[in-house]
C-alpha cells in the first residue's frame, strides 16, 4: 500500500510539472522532442530526490522522533514558497526547455528539479521507502509532463499558474495532517 504522504508530496510535483511543461507544449514541440523532455523530466526528478532521501534518511535516524517535525517544517517552508515565489521566469525557462540542447538542457532540467530535492529530504525524514519513493516520483514526471506538452496550447496561463499555487496549497495541508498525527500519536 502507499503511504498517504507519498501520495500527498506527489501530487504537488505533478502539478509542478504540469505547468512547467504546459508553458513549454506552447512552444509547438514535436513528438520526440516531448519525448526527450518527458525522459529528462523523469531522470532529473525521479534523481534529484535520492540525494534528499540520503542526505535525511541517516539525519533523521539519529535525530528520532524531532524528524517528524523537521519533515513538517520543511513543507511548510516548501509549500509557502511555492505559493509566493515570483512566475516572471517560468517562461523563459519553458523556453529555454523547447530550445535548449546538450549541457545547457541538462541545466535546465536540473533546475526544473530542484522542488524534488526538498521532497526527498522531507520523504528521507519521514523515513519512507526509498525505491516506491523515487518510482513513483518518476513516473509522474514522465507521465504529466507528456500530458502537460500536449496540452500547453489549450490551456491558460492562469490555470498554469493556479495549478502550481494548489501544488503549495497541498504541501502546506499535508503538513497539517502531519502535525495532527503527531498530536494524537
Avoid at 30 to 35: G, K, M
Avoid at 37 to 52: H, K
Avoid at 108 to 114: A, E, H
Amino acid at each position: 500500500m502507499i503511504p498517504l504522504s507519498l501520495l500527498g508530496l506527489v501530487l504537488p510535483l505533478a502539478l509542478d510539472t504540469f505547468a512547467v511543461s504546459a508553458a513549454a507544449g506552447l512552444t509547438g514541440l514535436d513528438r520526440r522532442h516531448r519525448l526527450r523532455l518527458s525522459l529528462l523530466f523523469a531522470a532529473f526528478e525521479g534523481g534529484t530526490p535520492a540525494v534528499g532521501l540520503l542526505l535525511a534518511g541517516p539525519l533523521g535516524a539519529a535525530i528520532g522522533g524531532a524528524a517528524d517535525y523537521l519533515a513538517i517544517a520543511v513543507l511548510v517552508g516548501f509549500g509557502l514558497f511555492t505559493l509566493l515565489r515570483d512566475e516572471d521566469g517560468e517562461g523563459d525557462k519553458a523556453t529555454g526547455l523547447a530550445t535548449a540542447h546538450g549541457a545547457a538542457l541538462l541545466l535546465l532540467g536540473l533546475s526544473v528539479s530542484l522542488d524534488e530535492l526538498a521532497v526527498g529530504f522531507t520523504l528521507g525524514l519521514l523515513r519512507l521507502p526509498v525505491l516506491p519513493c523515487l518510482v513513483a516520483i518518476g513516473v509522474q514526471a514522465f507521465v504529466v509532463s507528456q500530458l502537460g506538452f500536449r496540452l500547453g496550447g489549450v490551456v491558460s496561463e492562469r490555470f498554469r499558474e493556479a495549478a502550481e499555487r494548489l501544488a503549495g496549497v497541498v504541501l502546506l495541508l499535508l503538513a497539517g495532517v502531519l502535525i495532527l498525527q503527531r498530536a494524537t500519536a
